[in-house]
Nanobody
Framework: QVQLVESGGGLVQTGDSLRLACAASGGTFDKYSVGWFRQTPGNAREFVAAINWGGVVTHYADSVKGRFTISRDNTKKTAYLDMSSLKPEDTAVYYC?????????????????????WGQGTQVTVSS
């Protein structure tokens, strides 16, 4: 059983940067791949980025490619999402999730149903 807690959300302005963290406890964090998703009211969770167990393989949604960077520090049991050049359309609740399959594929990593554990989410609001 893995528990995930996100932090780092907040209110920023267009063009600003923000770092989200996803701290894990329980389980064996370094065996899991990690994904970041986001959700706005009335919409399904949208894939943002994913990283494999070793932190070598990553995948990004086209909407964030070049602006967001996913990383992880297995010694700290923490994954990160560095967001830069933020836009109002990035406003959402951001969730991290862990998939017991440590490797990632484009198809699997983008499917929220493939993830076994979820955090409670952290709000990111980008003002124009």
């Amino acid at each position: 059983q893995v528990q995930l807690v996100e932090s780092g959300g907040g209110l920023v302005q267009t063009g600003d940067s923000l770092r989200l963290a996803c701290a894990a406890s329980g389980g064996t964090f370094d065996k899991y791949s990690v994904g970041w998703f986001r959700q706005t009211p009335g919409n399904a969770r949208e894939f943002v980025a994913a990283i494999n167990w070793g932190g070598v393989v990553t995948h990004y949604a086209d909407s964030v490619k070049g602006r967001f960077t996913i990383s992880r520090d297995n010694t700290k049991k923490t994954a990160y999402l560095d967001m830069s050049s933020l836009k109002p359309e990035d406003t959402a609740v951001y969730y991290c999730a862990a998939d017991s399959l440590g490797t990632i594929t484009v198809q699997r990593s983008t499917n929220a149903r493939e993830y076994d554990y979820w955090g409670q989410g952290t709000q990111v609001t980008v003002s124009s």
